[in-house]
């Protein structure tokens, strides 16, 4: 049960970094620490962890951008008074 809270808690904290990269803060400034204590991680797997936060942030974050202007383009298709069904 507390493996299960642990995974739990840690995949929706991991889904802050994204939320911040457009609000720029976290919605719980200590998150971390509360997962990283939560979880007894050691300061090897708390570096481990924010180095792959920051790759999961920057890998998505162009991602990101090319789906707000894909949708973008589809409001403008949609728009039009007979869009194209293809």
């Not at 790759?55 to 090319?66: C, F, I, K, M, N």
């Not at 589809?74 to 069904?85: M, T």
Request: hydrophobic share 45%; proline share 8%; no cysteine.
């Amino acid at each position: 049960m507390k493996r299960t809270l642990g995974i739990t808690l840690a995949l929706v904290f991991l889904a802050f970094p994204l939320w911040a990269q457009e609000n720029q803060e976290l919605p719980f400034p200590h998150a971390r620490e509360v997962v990283a204590r939560f979880l007894e991680l050691t300061p090897e797997q708390v570096t481990q962890w924010e180095a792959l936060l920051t790759t999961l942030r920057d890998t998505v974050a162009p991602l990101l951008e090319q789906l707000r202007n894909l949708e973008g383009q589809l409001a403008e298709l949609l728009k039009q008074d007979n869009p194209d069904p293809a």
